[in-house]
């Protein structure tokens, strides 16, 4: 079996991180915040808060990341 058969895709990824990850995008987008004062106000950094967003607007093709909608 090759390596690459066996790394998961990118988009599965373990339910309870997507689910913890779309929370917090879901407020960020909703706060009104940058990302600076929102990663400083909850201990994340800028860099989390990119990638995650990166991963959603990704996944959000083949759907396997909740669809996540900028209001």
């Known amino acids: 079996m090759s ?3 066996t790394r998961k895709d990118e988009c599965e990824l373990d339910t ?3 689910e ?3 929370a917090r ?3 960020y987008q909703a706060s009104g915040q940058t990302m ?3 990663c400083a106000e909850h201990d994340l950094t800028v860099h989390q808060l990119k ?3 990166y ?3 990704r996944c959000r093709v083949t759907r396997t990341f ?3 909608t900028r209001t």
């Open 16 to 18: 309870n991180v997507q």
């Open 3 to 5: 390596p690459s058969s």
């Open 20 to 22: 913890i990850w779309t």
């Open 25 to 27: 995008i879901v407020v």
């Open 66 to 68: 909740p669809i996540l």
């Open 55 to 57: 991963k959603a607007q």
């Open 51 to 53: 990638y995650w967003l």
């Open 36 to 38: 600076k004062a929102r």
